[in-house]
């Protein structure tokens, strides 16, 4: 996950690369994806604190959806059904984004 801070909006990059295999050890699928999540701060330039407030909050909001984007799309494979885990707070690692 990276984050980014823009005026008043905070945004966060957060995503899941998974990689299936046959028996033979050949790779069969790569399921990739990726969401953006933006928090608009209102009328303040967001803080270094604000940003680390938003971060698991970002994080607890998109992990339903890229849980659910991968178990359908490993049904839709007709692979073997991938769940991702549940996230822990303390689990959660942060990046900045390029600049």
Do not use: C, W
Request: cysteine-free; charged content about 20%.
């Amino acid at each position: 996950m990276t984050s980014h801070v823009d005026g008043l909006s905070i945004g966060y990059s957060i995503g899941q690369e998974t990689s299936f295999f046959d028996r033979d050890g050949e790779v069969i699928a790569v399921v990739n994806v990726s969401y953006l999540v933006v928090y608009d701060t209102g009328a303040a330039e967001p803080s270094a604190e604000l940003v680390k407030l938003f971060t698991p909050s970002a994080v607890m909001h998109v992990t339903p959806f890229l849980r659910e984007f991968i178990a359908t799309m490993t049904n839709r494979l007709a692979l073997p059904p991938y769940y991702l885990p549940l996230v822990r707070e303390d689990e959660i690692q942060v990046g900045t984004a390029p600049e």
